[in-house]
């Protein structure tokens, strides 16, 4: 970028004179907050000044409803919840887990992530437990789930109804109590691969359909042991 010289203070027998205000404006539409502003005067004393932009929301609590459309959430510690923790309202919203957890009560009607009627929600890289449902997805497709636990729920890891096209790759999601998988109504072309759960806790009801996958590494050895 360009640099601009601006004036700071003026010191006359030891005593400075700051010109004030000095602000600056940074914006990039591609950030959550896409525009910045900055008070250089605030900071007399600092030479090094860093004006920071944050490329999506944090989450550091069951804030309950994520409506911001095209946003990055990214989630900043574990997580407690007695009720619904997430809500999605608005189509591409991406929640980044960075390894924690959310931990409900088994509260009845208490949903870890509830998606209804928006598409393309993607949720990666965390743990769910102890929700009545891990994920709820009704009337929302698109649905991908990457490195993800679900477990401990006190009916089901992952429930859809009216819910297509869904891809759930690299997790595990045993240990719910009624099912681990459920998909219901006319719950199309849904693929899960590399997920762990038994195939005994998996329900696929009326029209509905999934392929469910895994990728293996197959060593082949001769009858000398040499692979």
């Given at each position: 970028?360009?640099?601009l ?11 400075k ?6 602000s ?17 005067s ?6 090094n ?8 929301p944090d ?13 990055i959430?990214t ?14 309202a608005?189509?591409n ?8 957890n ?5 509260g ?5 992530i ?17 929700f ?18 679900i ?15 869904n891809?759930?790759?690299h997790g595990?999601?045993?240990?719910n ?50 692979v």
């Amino acid at each position: 970028s360009d640099l601009l010289e601006l004036t700071d203070f003026i010191n006359v027998g030891g005593v400075k004179s700051f010109y004030s205000p000095y602000s600056i404006n940074v914006t990039n539409s591609s950030y959550f907050n896409a525009s910045v502003t900055y008070n250089v005067s605030l900071e007399k004393t600092n030479i090094n000044h860093n004006v920071v932009m944050s490329y999506g929301p944090d989450l550091g609590a069951c804030v309950h409803t994520l409506d911001v459309i095209n946003t990055i959430y990214t989630v900043k510690n574990d997580i407690s919840s007695t009720s619904k923790c997430w809500t999605i309202a608005a189509n591409n919203i991406t929640i980044n887990m960075s390894g924690f957890n959310i931990t409900g009560d088994d509260g009845s009607g208490d949903y870890g992530i509830d998606i209804r009627g928006y598409n393309n929600t993607v949720i990666r890289d965390g743990f769910i437990y102890d929700f009545d449902y891990g994920i709820r997805a009704f009337d929302a497709n698109n649905i991908s789930t990457q490195n993800l636990v679900i477990s401990k729920s006190a009916s089901y890891g992952f429930y859809g109804e009216q819910s297509s096209d869904n891809n759930l790759t690299h997790g595990n999601f045993s240990g719910n109590d009624i099912n681990d998988i459920y998909f219901v109504t006319g719950s199309a072309d849904n693929y899960i691969l590399n997920v762990s759960y038994p195939m005994s806790n998996e329900f696929v009801g009326g029209t509905s359909d999934l392929t469910r996958q895994w990728y293996y590494k197959a060593y082949v050895n001769d009858t000398s042991g040499v692979v």
